[in-house]
Structures are given as structure tokens and as C-alpha cells.
């Protein structure tokens, strides 16, 4: 079936404006996370939902990042006044299980976000 | 918190030797130790994992050791093939948290 899917793949923000990044999990894949990855770095964790609770939001850097699940499958990450700081690759991952870390993470293909 | 280092950051091997790259964690409560890895441009993949209460793993020519006691992990890709250049990185997951390593930047040289 398919898997993850991001979109768009790629968004360039002009400082201050506002972007919102989606992603759509593998069906049924009931956990679902966000994570900010910066050049030659590792991915940082954001957040984690469960179905549609967000249960987890402590990696979120500041309140300007905002995410949702309302339905619990797509998820939307969304970045009110954008900074150049914010430039990373956005990835977004899903499991099948409620066990966070207990089942194999699949990842989307990330949005590069590039804040001019 | 927890901290996860990764070594070497680059690492260049001549293709058919092996590659070991090693992580350590600092927080003993981790107990699952994924490795990812990631082309250039591409997703992060799940290539093995380990839990804590075994030592080693083996999938064909990918193998992870574990040393809880040293708090340090190891993935070895042995007869390495041009298709294995890519980064690769470890993670630590304690108490619900996954912390990743900055990568490592597997060469496989001709």
C-alpha cells in the first residue's frame, strides 16, 4: 500500500510569513509523529499523536509551532511567522501500534522548508 | 536528559570491507536502539533494531551489538556494496522520548 506522504515537498516563506505542512499517514497507522531534521543533523522530535491526541508536544520549540490531528489520520504542522532558524526538513512518521516507540516508524519523503 | 553521540561523522571504506559505527547513550532507561538509514534526498528507514534485553542482532550483513553495562551500541555492515553510501543514524528511545545521533556519512569507495 502506500506509505507516508508529504506535501508540499518543498515551501520557501518569506520571514514572517506563516506555512502549513501536511502529511498523511499510512492508513490505520494510528500513532503519528512530526520531526524538525537541520542540515547534517539528525532528526529532533516535535510532537506525537495518538489517533487525534496530541499527547506529546514538549519537542515543539516555540509557540509558533502548531499541530493537528482532527480526524486522526492527516496531520497538519503549521509555522505561524516564519524565521530563518525554521529552515529544516520537516518529517513526518507513522506507526501501527499505540506503543510509541514500540513499532517500526515509517517516515515520509519530509518538506524542505527554506525561511528567505 | 538523554544524549546520544555517534562516531565517526563521515566514514569512507573500500567496497567488500566491513563498517562499525558506534554509538553511546547516557540514560540507562533506554531500552530500544533503532538504526535508520537515509539516502541523500530520501526518507530515513528502519534498517535493524535492538532491545535491551539482547546483545546482538544479525539481518544478513547488518549486525547491532549492545553493551548496557558500557551504555554504548554498535551497527556493523559487513561486504559493504556501493548501494550501502548513505548516512546513517542511531537513536536511543528513554521514557518515550527518541533521541536521535547526528548521523554518520557512510562512503563506499570503488
Known amino acids: 500500500g502506500a506509505g507516508v506522504s508529504q506535501s508540499p515537498r518543498y515551501k520557501v516563506a518569506k520571514r514572517g510569513q506563516d506555512v502549513a505542512l501536511r502529511c498523511d499517514p499510512i492508513s490505520g497507522h494510528v500513532s503519528l509523529f512530526w520531526y524538525q531534521q537541520a542540515l547534517g543533523q539528525g532528526p529532533e522530535f516535535l510532537t506525537y499523536f495518538q489517533n487525534e491526541a496530541q499527547l506529546d508536544k514538549s519537542g515543539l520549540p516555540s509557540d509558533r509551532f502548531f499541530a493537528e490531528r482532527p480526524e486522526g489520520s492527516v496531520s497538519t504542522l503549521k509555522i505561524q511567522r516564519t524565521q530563518q532558524e525554521d529552515s529544516a526538513v520537516y518529517l513526518c512518521?507513522?506507526?501501527?501500534?499505540?506503543?510509541?516507540?514500540?513499532?517500526?516508524?515509517?517516515f515520509g519523503p519530509g518538506t524542505r522548508l527554506t525561511v528567505l | 536528559g538523554e544524549n546520544v553521540e555517534q562516531h565517526p561523522s563521515t566514514l569512507s571504506v573500500q567496497e567488500g570491507d566491513s563498517a562499525v559505527i558506534k554509538c553511546t547513550y547516557s540514560d540507562s532507561a533506554s531500552n530500544y536502539f533503532p538504526w535508520y538509514k537515509q539516502e541523500l534526498g530520501k526518507r530515513p528507514q528502519l534498517i535493524i533494531d535492538i532491545r535491551s534485553n539482547v546483545g546482538e542482532k544479525k539481518d544478513q550483513r547488518i549486525a547491532v551489538t549492545l553493551n548496557k553495562t558500557a551504555k554504548h551500541f554498535s551497527l556493523h555492515i559487513t561486504e559493504t556494496q556501493p548501494e550501502d553510501s548513505a548516512v546513517y543514524f542511531c537513536a536511543a528511545i528513554p521514557d518515550d522520548k527518541i533521541i536521535f545521533g547526528k548521523g554518520t556519512r557512510l562512503h563506499i569507495l570503488p
Open positions: 512518521a507513522s506507526t501501527a501500534s499505540l506503543g510509541r516507540y514500540t513499532d517500526t516508524q515509517y
